[in-house]
């Protein structure tokens, strides 16, 4: 079976831009981790982090270049936040008062819990508290 990972937005934008502090560790972890072609889960909500990240920086042909890999790619697969998904994020949110999770990260945290995930590829130490394996 295929490893699967979690591909947050914090792994995305180290990897894509250069002066990034983490870029070279993260490129070099891509570069060894793509060899097993691995399939990678993320959401709308990730995807509309890493596209807005971009542009909001004047690097528009960046933002779609990346959004357009991450809708066409088929080792990628995109969940749309529906309203289910939404109300167990937000549900998720709410429990977790004592700590300083983003809704998206708490929608990242309840897709990897409803799809049996342990692994995400973030630098994001959130995942950790949540009890998330982190790479890299």
Known sequence: ???????????????EIE???????????????????PFLITTTYIF??????FNSRNLHEEAIKIGSNLLESPEIEV?????????????????????SYSLTDCLSFVVMEN???????TLDNHFVQAGFQCLP
């Not at 079976?1 to 990897?15: E, G, H, P, Q, V």
């Not at 002066?19 to 072609?37: A, D, G, P, R």
């Not at 799809?115 to 590829?121: C, I």
């Open 115 to 121: 799809r049996n995930l342990s692994t995400a590829l």
């Open 79 to 99: 969940i749309e936040v529906d309203r289910n998904l939404f109300y167990q994020g937000w549900y998720y949110f709410q429990k977790h008062q004592d700590k």
């Open 19 to 37: 002066n990034e502090q983490s870029h070279q560790q993260v490129l070099q972890h891509w570069l060894t981790l793509v060899i097993s072609k």
């Open 48 to 53: 509309d982090e890493v596209v807005t990240f």
């Open 1 to 15: 079976m295929k490893n699967t990972y979690f591909l947050d937005t914090s792994y995305l934008i180290a990897l």
